[in-house]
Each structure stands twice: as structure tokens, then as C-alpha cells.
Nanobody, 123 residues
Framework: VQLRASGGGLVQAGGSLRLSCAAS????????MGWFRQVPGKEREFVSA????????YYADSVKGRFTISRDNAKNTVYLQMNSLKPEDTAVYYC?????????????????WGQGTLVTVSS
């Protein structure tokens, strides 16, 4: 599967953005999905994940209550709605897919990665 992330940009603190990750290739509903983020000099950090059909979702403590992951299997797309953004949310955000199981907390659990989209939150 190929993943293409979009929706990043520059936003003021307290604002919102919605990231999208469009998938092409094999059956999207057979993939668990996740979002990660990375800043220069740091390891890739878990943000959120969900099961194949979106029945369960998982969040990092730092984004819980502010970010919402969702998926539309008919559109082969997973979303990350980000509200109440903070400067520390600034990072390149990556979507990722894993075949046949729920998205997990660790990057090495995933089979495929999108190219990343930059989110910059100004104070």
C-alpha cells in the first residue's frame, strides 16, 4: 500500500488542523493505522492509532483530549483532527499502516509509511 499524508501547515497556538492520509493499493480495511510525529534530533514519537475498522483508538497522553483519529474505509483515508494545538505539537507528522492487525505504539510495528507532512504551531 502507498500512503500520502497531507493537511499540514502553519497555525497559531489554540488553532486546529486536520491531517489526511490517503492509501492506495491493497484493501485499506485490512490495515491498522497510526500517526507518529518527529522533530529534528529526536526519535519518531507515537501520536495515535486505531484498529482495522476503527472500533478502538489509542492516543499518546500528550494529545489525549485534543486529537482525534478516524478513518473512512470507503475513501481509503485516515484522518487526524488536531484541536487546541500547542507549539510543542510542531513536528513532521507521518501516517503508517500495518497489515492485518491494530495499529500499535512502536514504529517498528508498521509495514508502510507516508512521506510526512509538516505541522508548525506558532506561539
Amino acid at each position: 500500500v502507498q500512503l500520502r499524508a497531507s493537511g499540514g501547515g502553519l497555525v497559531q497556538a489554540g488553532g486546529s488542523l486536520r491531517l489526511s492520509c490517503a492509501a492506495s493499493g491493497r484493501t485499506f480495511s485490512n490495515y491498522g493505522m497510526g500517526w507518529f510525529r518527529q522533530v529534528p534530533g529526536k526519535e519518531r514519537e507515537f501520536v495515535s492509532a486505531m484498529t482495522l475498522r476503527g472500533t478502538s483508538t489509542y492516543y499518546a497522553d500528550s494529545v489525549k483530549g485534543r486529537f482525534t483519529i478516524s478513518r473512512d474505509n470507503a475513501k481509503n483515508t485516515v484522518y487526524l483532527q488536531m484541536n487546541s494545538l500547542k507549539p510543542e505539537d510542531t513536528a513532521v507528522y507521518y501516517c503508517a499502516a500495518v497489515w492485518g492487525k491494530s495499529g500499535g505504539y512502536w514504529p517498528n510495528e508498521y509495514d508502510y509509511w507516508g512521506q510526512g507532512t509538516l505541522v508548525t504551531v506558532s506561539s
